[in-house]
């Protein structure tokens, strides 16, 4: 293919940020911190390899995903507690603070609420930054291993991609049917996970996470939330997923819940705010 005379012009043009954040209300950490110094725990869930778990926690309450055992990804949804068609919304998070998140980004739930769902307070893996390779961790590029990709590649029927354990976890908490709470399965955080696009040809690529043992990534709930792990078929992703080749461990959810004359009178950030005429 011939190059137009201007190619080098054309590539020259200087990007812009698509959605400038100054505007974007930002959280108070301070706040945050006090609510946290006087937290209770009131649960844990630990997610098996392969495996995923659910837990619920209240709006000011916060939950921590830990490392417990050994190098482990996993991939989490979440959803109003109440009302599961106000999910995260992975693609917007991604568009307001970037490829991978950290302390002080939120994840923002979908259309048409579009709000904070949770905060994230502490990252134990925050000192990690961007490799030379470009890859970071916790990201929101990544949709979600699942077993239709797998067989669309690989041929074979397994049961076990993140996809598939999220869908089970929803439908065992909410005794919905499998493929209806299959349909509110939604492209995830993933949680300790380290990734990026390769600069020659512009391919998600994974590399072994840098997470271990007694690392945390913590959220504050910004609304009650019903949230859903999976621990990663593919360990800590250093070679291939959907597969039971991997070394997988646990992850460990803890939930706590601050006490509501801390809360005071903080209350959840209200629904966004466009009045949905869509020009009619």
């Known amino acids: 293919m011939t190059e137009p005379a201007d190619a080098t012009a054309r590539r020259a043009v200087k990007p812009v940020i ?28 630990v997610v098996a390899p392969r495996a995923a778990g659910t837990f619920r926690v209240p709006a000011g309450g916060f939950f921590r995903i830990s490392s417990i055992e050994g190098p482990q990804v996993g991939d989490l949804n979440l959803w109003h507690a109440e009302d599961l068609s106000e999910r995260f919304y992975s693609g917007k998070t991604r568009a307001l603070h970037g490829t991978h998140v950290t302390t002080g980004q939120r994840l ?18 925050g000192w990690y930054g961007k490799d030379d390779f470009g890859g970071s961790v916790h990201d929101v590029i990544g949709t979600r291993c699942d077993p239709y990709t797998h067989n669309l590649l690989s041929g074979g029927q397994y049961h076990h991609c993140c ?90 959810v803890e939930v706590f819940e601050t006490p509501a004359d801390v809360l005071g009178d903080w209350v959840s ?5 466009y009045d949905r005429s869509h020009g009619r």
Request: one cysteine or more; glycine letters at 6%.
């Open 18 to 45: 698509c959605y400038p954040v100054d505007t974007l209300p930002q959280p108070d950490m301070a706040l945050y911190a006090g609510f946290r110094a006087q937290a209770v725990k009131t649960g844990e869930v």
């Open 108 to 125: 923002w739930s979908s259309f048409p609420t579009l709000r904070p769902m949770a905060t994230i307070v502490a990252d134990t893996l």
């Open 163 to 252: 996809h598939s354990n999220l869908t089970r976890a929803l439908a065992d908490a909410t005794g919905l049917p499998l493929q209806e709470a299959e349909r509110h399965v939604h492209d995830v955080l993933n949680v300790f996970m380290c990734t990026g696009f390769t600069r020659d040809t512009g391919q998600y690529f994974m590399k072994a996470s840098p997470v271990r043992p007694g690392d945390y990534l913590e959220f504050l709930a910004e609304i009650p939330l019903l949230g859903a792990l999976s621990a990663c078929p593919g360990g800590d992703c250093s070679a291939q997923h959907s597969s039971d080749q991997a070394a997988c461990h646990p992850l460990l």
């Open 269 to 273: 950030p209200r629904v966004n705010a």
